[in-house]
């Protein structure tokens, strides 16, 4: 029994290490590592995995707009195996490297698994993309000296600083503030920066109550009662999924939304699901220039468009990201022509490429980490009762991005030297 | 006061949902010595249900008040179905296994169930908030609150008192703790275990899903919601006594007060407040508050 | 219950050096797979140990958190690499551990000690989760440990970790079936069989409990400090419920009746998992479901009862 499933295994690894000579001309291999099961794949892996199958259709039929219009990435066909991010990161990410042998890995969602991954990536000199993982460690502290590894997405810094800016810029009462965040790292590092951005912004704001609720608790009468009689003008929210919209349920009819502004960072993916539950005026992000945020450009309405015409919905700002991390890759792959690792590596360091949500630079982190600006809008249904947001205000990249040489948590607590919000 | 109000409301409403969504497992351990993982598979069973049950029902424009009496048939309807299914189809094959051997195989069927959910329904939420708001709010000392949240309540008592009243009263309901007390005893005096197993099984079940069906207009349906739920119930039951209908009354009660509390009193220990319960009731008293003492076997 | 025999116990363990030496050459990620199960077998025998006693811990977890985190927190925050160190470390962070939650523990019986070691555990997921300087749940990573001051190159590092892993789980394994040969471990089905005929004979089943408590904190800290090193990272999930499931499952249907049992159904049990998750990437957990429920079905005795019955046959 035991040596059965050994041989097996060592089969289906010959098999792998026979098909994987690479030559020009052979598809290229990406391993797509998303969420596929768990509270995270509605919300998350299955925008990026549609995100990822229109694109990739599109580039192998050379439908994509300018400057994207060359077939494939670099002339070859495009392939892509999708995998479980809930899964053991470290073992699939290996799987993934070593047994499938595939060209690039571009994915991953959850800040844990960007962060078990990256060393690896380095370790086995392995091509890998992150799409999204809000933490702005990776390059600050797990891997300070990046070759192979990039982060096309910005990190979460950037919700926290443009929701405090948002809030000062339009006028909010913020005397008074309230925070209600999910009780794991993703949450708590949100709200470590909305505090501190209140700070460096010199707000003066009370902190009322710091709701911390279980990841996916889903009941959140109580948390709504402490936030309801806190007296709070204004309340920080970076929920997600389905946390925020079980929050949105339970917490818009008991009127907390018309006692206090409501700041819902990720408030984008929620609009198409919850159009008539989503209290007007209550104010949006999409953590980044993403999706009702993103340029009036062709390549934008072109995305929007093909993706809505083989879903049925707008895609949601995970899907946009997918979509810039491919094209971030092919970009950098195009750029220095070659299908050697190293030569795609350099050539993507400090890459300026355009997306759907508009230029991209891989400003920081050695040239590794893409800086992007980000806007919020409150909600507003339009005259033919469809969702959108209005009262948009755009922050550029400098503005909310920390500078190269600084870390985010420095950067914020030193009161945001050298932000550029013109 | 008014945090005074909020902590009384929000502890009697969570309590009323933990009681609701434990008491059908604490039932199953009862009689059958099962502790079911799969439990929590049955109260996600019952919010997708729910969920696609009224989809189709607005979508036909029919009127708001009839939705609860459609949740209560589908609740009835997907429980016995779903937990006939699970105990004749696979559990009365490993009886007298084990116990902790029970607990692996209700586990193994969660991951099953958890799969067979998502290849049925998808990825992507479901929502049937209508029955939520449909009785609007009241204001209790100046704080707000939604009606349906206090009917939980009610409903939590209505099916605790039910249930007694069937298990202390109603002739299937004594043979059941008849059972309790001895199996082979019950067995030689003529009563039909296997009914009784596969009765008590099919009741617990609609339990668990009459928790998922009256959760679901709160909340966005999605995979995983299972899981969370599964840990609340043990905590609830095991602080209880495990097998005691009025212990997860009173452990449900316990936790559900410890969680309002903390959540307005010290919000960053919410995490711990049920486990710290937990650990502290079984350090006091190993077996739950309300556990039977048993007797030792020479 | 199954009898157990353990006068086989070098044999055996002799083989699964022989296996382990062939592990060796098996290709990367797969070996990779088996060090890391390697890791988490030790906890599963763990488990199994405390079974014999009748004892199931639905939260050995957390000697695996605590044992990685030792690792961890040296090597990350301290700068202490050298893996003897850190590896005594673990063991002995979780064996202080296993000696205080033994005294509190060693009373309780049946679920109600599955229960309350289960609360303890999730207890400490709680503490880590809200322990934002240990990157709460995303953990934090590890560098490369050293050897007696030689930090292995990046190019033969894999193949160390692999022999050192490896070793170890030989050395535990070996001492582990010292141990049940000792009175102390012999006693162990005495406690679950009957308690109070223990009693009168003159032995504490408390202390029976302790010691079996102990021995397994021991060998889940030593696991947890290797998968610490293998994986270069830590996170709280090593002490959440669905981890320590694992743990008894392996122990359950690898049978009792090996040292090397568990550890090697930990390996079949990880490489179902990872087939399942290349074959149907929508419905892996379907799949180990229903391998889980096959087993349970099929071989009411577990794996081990394959060899048993053959050898009886």
Same mark, same amino acid.
């Given at each position: 029994?035991?040596?059965?499933?050994?041989?097996?295994?060592?089969?289906?690894?010959?098999?792998?290490?026979?098909?994987?000579?690479?030559?020009?001309?052979?598809?290229?291999?990406?391993?797509?590592?998303?969420?596929?099961?768990?509270?995270?794949?509605?919300?998350?892996?299955?925008?990026?995995?549609?995100?990822?199958?229109?694109?990739?259709?599109?580039?192998?039929?050379?439908?994509?707009?300018?400057?994207?219009?060359?077939?494939?990435?670099?002339?070859?066909?495009?392939?892509?195996?999708?995998?479980?991010?809930?899964?053991?990161?470290?073992?699939?990410?290996?799987?993934?490297?070593?047994?499938?042998?595939?060209?690039?890995?571009?994915?991953?969602?959850?800040?844990?698994?960007?962060?078990?991954?990256?060393?690896?990536?380095?370790?086995?000199?392995?091509?890998?993309?992150?799409?999204?993982?809000?933490?702005?460690?990776?390059?600050?502290?797990?891997?300070?000296?990046?070759?192979?590894?990039?982060?096309?997405?910005?990190?979460?810094?950037?919700?926290?600083?443009?929701?405090?800016?948002?809030?000062?810029?339009?006028?909010?009462?913020?005397?008074?503030?309230?925070?209600?965040?999910?009780?794991?790292?993703?949450?708590?590092?949100?709200?470590?920066?909305?505090?501190?951005?209140?700070?460096?912004?010199?707000?003066?704001?009370?902190?009322?109550?710091?709701?911390?609720?279980?990841?996916?608790?889903?009941?959140?009468?109580?948390?709504?009662?402490?936030?309801?009689?806190?007296?709070?003008?204004?309340?920080?929210?970076?929920?997600?999924?389905?946390?925020?919209?079980?929050?949105?349920?339970?917490?818009?009819?008991?009127?907390?939304?018309?006692?206090?502004?409501?700041?819902?960072?990720?408030?984008?993916?929620?609009?198409?699901?919850?159009?008539?539950?989503?209290?007007?005026?209550?104010?949006?992000?999409?953590?980044?220039?993403?999706?009702?945020?993103?340029?009036?450009?062709?390549?934008?309405?072109?995305?929007?468009?093909?993706?809505?015409?083989?879903?049925?919905?707008?895609?949601?700002?995970?899907?946009?990201?997918?979509?810039?991390?491919?094209?971030?890759?092919?970009?950098?792959?195009?750029?220095?022509?070659?299908?050697?690792?190293?030569?795609?590596?350099?050539?993507?360091?400090?890459?300026?490429?355009?997306?759907?949500?508009?230029?991209?630079?891989?400003?920081?982190?050695?040239?590794?980490?893409?800086?992007?600006?980000?806007?919020?809008?409150?909600?507003?249904?339009?005259?033919?009762?469809?969702?959108?947001?209005?009262?948009?205000?755009?922050?550029?990249?400098?503005?909310?991005?920390?500078?190269?040489?600084?870390?985010?948590?420095?950067?914020?607590?030193?009161?945001?030297?050298?932000?550029?919000?013109? | 006061?008014?945090?005074?109000?909020?902590?009384?409301?929000?502890? $009697?409403?969570?309590? #009323?949902?933990?009681?609701? *969504?434990? &008491? /059908? +497992?604490?039932?199953?351990? !009862? %009689?059958? =010595?099962? @502790?079911?993982?799969?439990?929590?598979?049955?109260?996600?069973?019952?919010?997708?249900?729910?969920?696609?049950?009224?989809?189709?029902?607005?979508?036909?424009?029919?009127?708001?008040?009839?939705?609860?009496?459609? $949740?209560?048939?589908? #609740?009835?309807?997907?429980? *016995?179905? &779903? /937990? +006939?299914?699970?105990?004749? !189809? %696979?559990? =009365?094959? @490993?009886?007298?296994?084990?116990?902790?051997?029970?607990?692996?195989?209700?586990?193994?069927?969660?991951?099953?169930?958890?799969?067979?959910?998502?290849?049925?329904?998808?990825?992507?939420?479901?929502?049937?908030?209508?029955?939520?708001?449909?009785?609007?709010?009241?204001?209790?000392? /100046? +704080?707000?609150?939604?009606?349906?949240?206090?009917?939980?309540?009610?409903?939590?008592?209505?099916?605790?008192?039910?249930?007694?009243?069937?298990?202390?009263?109603?002739?299937?309901?004594?043979?059941?703790?008849?059972?309790?007390?001895?199996?082979?005893?019950?067995?030689?005096?003529?009563?039909?275990?296997?009914?009784?197993?596969?009765?008590?099984?099919?009741?617990?079940?609609?339990?668990?899903?009459?928790?998922?069906?009256?959760?679901?207009?709160?909340?966005?349906?999605?995979?995983?919601?299972?899981?969370?739920?599964?840990?609340?119930?043990?905590?609830?039951?095991?602080?209880?006594?495990?097998?005691?209908?009025?212990?997860?009354?009173?452990?449900?009660?316990?936790?559900?007060?410890?969680?309002?509390?903390?959540?307005?009193?010290?919000?960053?220990?919410?995490?711990?407040?049920?486990?710290?319960?937990?650990?502290?009731?079984?350090?006091?008293?190993?077996?739950?508050?309300?556990?039977?003492?048993?007797?030792?076997?020479? | 219950?199954?009898?157990?025999?353990?006068?086989?116990?070098?044999?055996?363990?002799?083989?699964?050096?022989?296996?382990?030496?062939?592990?060796?050459?098996?290709?990367?990620?797969?070996?990779?797979?088996?060090?890391?199960?390697?890791?988490?077998?030790?906890?599963?025998?763990?488990?199994?140990?405390?079974?014999?006693?009748?004892?199931?811990?639905?939260?050995?977890?957390?000697?695996?958190?605590?044992?990685?985190?030792?690792?961890?927190?040296?090597?990350?925050?301290?700068?202490?690499?050298?893996?003897?160190?850190?590896?005594?470390?673990?063991?002995?962070?979780?064996?202080?551990?296993?000696?205080?939650?033994?005294?509190?523990?060693?009373?309780?019986?049946?679920?109600?000690?599955?229960?309350?070691?289960?609360?303890?555990?999730?207890?400490?997921?709680?503490?880590?989760?809200?322990?934002?300087?240990?990157?709460?749940?995303?953990?934090?990573?590890?560098?490369?440990?050293?050897?007696?001051?030689?930090?292995?190159?990046?190019?033969?590092?894999?193949?160390?970790?692999?022999?050192?892993?490896?070793?170890?789980?030989?050395?535990?394994?070996?001492?582990?079936?010292?141990?049940?040969?000792?009175?102390?471990?012999?006693?162990?089905?005495?406690?679950?069989?009957?308690?109070?005929?223990?009693?009168?004979?003159?032995?504490?089943?408390?202390?029976?409990?302790?010691?079996?408590?102990?021995?397994?904190?021991?060998?889940?800290?030593?696991?947890?400090?290797?998968?610490?090193?293998?994986?270069?990272?830590?996170?709280?999930?090593?002490?959440?419920?669905?981890?320590?499931?694992?743990?008894?499952?392996?122990?359950?249907?690898?049978?009792?009746?090996?040292?090397?049992?568990?550890?090697?159904?930990?390996?079949?049990?990880?490489?179902?998992?990872?087939?399942?998750?290349?074959?149907?990437?929508?419905?892996?957990?379907?799949?180990?479901?229903?391998?889980?429920?096959?087993?349970?079905?099929?071989?009411?005795?577990?794996?081990?009862?394959?060899?048993?019955?053959?050898?009886?046959?």
């Amino acid at each position: 029994m035991k040596l059965r499933t050994l041989t097996l295994g060592l089969a289906g690894a010959a098999v792998a290490a026979g098909g994987a000579m690479a030559q020009d001309g052979d598809p290229i291999e990406l391993g797509i590592p998303v969420f596929l099961s768990g509270a995270a794949s509605g919300p998350f892996g299955l925008p990026q995995q549609n995100g990822a199958t229109v694109l990739i259709e599109a580039l192998n039929a050379g439908e994509v707009p300018a400057p994207y219009d060359q077939v494939g990435i670099n002339g070859r066909q495009v392939e892509a195996t999708y995998v479980d991010e809930a899964a053991d990161p470290v073992q699939e990410y290996r799987n993934l490297v070593e047994r499938d042998e595939v060209d690039a890995v571009v994915g991953y969602t959850s800040s844990g698994n960007c962060k078990a991954v990256a060393p690896l990536a380095e370790e086995l000199q392995q091509l890998t993309v992150l799409v999204d993982c809000g933490t702005p460690q990776i390059f600050e502290s797990v891997v300070t000296d990046p070759t192979y590894l990039f982060r096309t997405g910005p990190t979460g810094t950037i919700d926290s600083v443009g929701a405090v800016r948002y809030l000062m810029d339009t006028g909010v009462d913020m005397s008074r503030v309230a925070g209600i965040n999910q009780n794991y790292a993703w949450g708590q590092d949100a709200w470590a920066d909305f505090t501190g951005s209140l700070e460096a912004l010199e707000t003066g704001s009370d902190i009322t109550t710091e709701q911390f609720p279980q990841v996916f608790a889903g009941q959140y009468g109580a948390e709504v009662s402490a936030l309801l009689t806190s007296g709070a003008n204004a309340i920080h929210t970076s929920f997600w999924g389905g946390d925020l919209e079980a929050f949105i349920l339970q917490a818009a009819p008991r009127g907390l939304f018309q006692r206090s502004a409501v700041v819902m960072t990720t408030g984008e993916a929620a609009m198409q699901r919850l159009p008539d539950e989503i209290p007007e005026g209550a104010i949006i992000g999409a953590r980044g220039p993403y999706s009702y945020f993103a340029p009036d450009t062709e390549l934008a309405n072109w995305f929007r468009e093909t993706y809505e015409a083989e879903y049925g919905n707008p895609p949601s700002y995970p899907a946009w990201k997918m979509a810039q991390a491919i094209l971030g890759l092919k970009a950098a792959w195009e750029k220095a022509d070659s299908d050697d690792p190293a030569e795609i590596a350099a050539a993507f360091e400090n890459l300026e490429f355009e997306t759907p949500a508009g230029t991209v630079r891989m400003a920081i982190g050695n040239g590794h980490q893409a800086i992007q600006g980000i806007a919020y809008g409150t909600y507003a249904l339009d005259d033919e009762g469809n969702p959108t947001v209005e009262n948009v205000i755009s922050y550029n990249a400098e503005c909310v991005n920390p500078p190269a040489d600084q870390t985010a948590a420095e950067w914020i607590e030193a009161g945001f030297p050298g932000a550029d919000c013109e | 006061m008014l945090k005074f109000t909020a902590i009384m409301l929000d502890g $009697m409403n969570y309590a #009323a949902w933990l009681f609701l *969504v434990a &008491v /059908g +497992l604490t039932l199953i351990y !009862g %009689v059958m =010595r099962i @502790l079911n993982i799969a439990h929590g598979a049955f109260y996600a069973i019952g919010a997708y249900v729910c969920a696609s049950a009224l989809g189709v029902f607005y979508a036909a424009g029919l009127p708001g008040a009839l939705a609860f009496a459609v $949740m209560g048939v589908v #609740a009835l309807i997907a429980g *016995v179905i &779903v /937990g +006939l299914v699970v105990e004749r !189809g %696979v559990l =009365r094959f @490993l009886y007298g296994r084990d116990e902790v051997l029970m607990v692996l195989v209700t586990y193994a069927l969660f991951l099953i169930l958890e799969d067979a959910v998502k290849l049925i329904w998808g990825v992507e939420s479901y929502f049937v908030y209508q029955p939520y708001a449909y009785f609007g709010f009241v204001e209790i000392g /100046g +704080l707000p609150y939604q009606v349906y949240d206090l009917m939980i309540v009610a409903l939590a008592i209505v099916m605790g008192i039910a249930l007694w009243f069937w298990l202390e009263r109603s002739r299937m309901g004594r043979m059941t703790t008849a059972v309790v007390a001895d199996r082979e005893i019950s067995a030689a005096m003529g009563i039909n275990v296997t009914r009784i197993f596969a009765t008590t099984f099919a009741i617990g079940t609609v339990f668990a899903v009459i928790g998922g069906v009256v959760t679901a207009p709160k909340i966005a349906v999605t995979p995983g919601i299972g899981v969370e739920v599964i840990i609340l119930a043990f905590a609830v039951v095991v602080i209880g006594g495990l097998g005691s209908i009025p212990g997860a009354a009173i452990g449900a009660i316990f936790a559900g007060y410890a969680r309002a509390m903390s959540v307005h009193l010290a919000p960053a220990y919410e995490l711990f407040a049920i486990y710290a319960v937990m650990a502290v009731v079984l350090a006091i008293r190993p077996h739950g508050l309300f556990a039977r003492a048993s007797g030792r076997k020479i | 219950m199954m009898k157990t025999d353990f006068r086989r116990e070098p044999l055996y363990i002799a083989i699964l050096a022989v296996l382990l030496i062939v592990g060796f050459f098996l290709p990367s990620w797969l070996r990779f797979l088996l060090q890391t199960a390697l890791a988490g077998g030790l906890v599963a025998l763990g488990v199994a140990l405390q079974m014999r006693a009748g004892l199931v811990n639905f939260g050995q977890g957390l000697y695996y958190a605590l044992g990685g985190y030792a690792v961890g927190m040296l090597a990350a925050q301290a700068g202490i690499t050298d893996i003897f160190i850190l590896l005594i470390a673990a063991v002995l962070v979780s064996t202080v551990a296993g000696i205080v939650l033994g005294l509190l523990l060693s009373r309780y019986r049946e679920i109600f000690y599955a229960m309350l070691s289960l609360a303890v555990s999730m207890i400490l997921y709680g503490l880590l989760v809200k322990a934002a300087w240990l990157g709460s749940t995303d953990g934090f990573n590890i560098p490369p440990v050293s050897y007696l001051g030689w930090t292995p190159d990046r190019a033969v590092r894999p193949d160390i970790y692999y022999v050192t892993t490896a070793v170890l789980t030989v050395i535990a394994c070996l001492a582990t079936a010292r141990y049940l040969t000792s009175g102390a471990g012999m006693l162990c089905e005495a406690v679950a069989e009957n308690e109070i005929r223990l009693e009168y004979l003159g032995a504490s089943p408390r202390k029976v409990a302790f010691i079996v408590i102990v021995v397994a904190s021991a060998l889940s800290g030593l696991g947890g400090g290797l998968l610490a090193m293998s994986t270069g990272h830590v996170d709280p999930l090593m002490t959440n419920w669905t981890t320590s499931g694992g743990f008894v499952f392996v122990a359950l249907l690898a049978g009792r009746g090996s040292t090397i049992a568990p550890v090697i159904g930990f390996f079949l049990l990880e490489l179902v998992r990872t087939y399942a998750l290349d074959l149907a990437p929508n419905a892996w957990q379907m799949i180990l479901g229903l391998v889980m429920l096959a087993v349970i079905l099929l071989l009411p005795e577990g794996l081990w009862s394959l060899i048993e019955r053959r050898r009886k046959a």
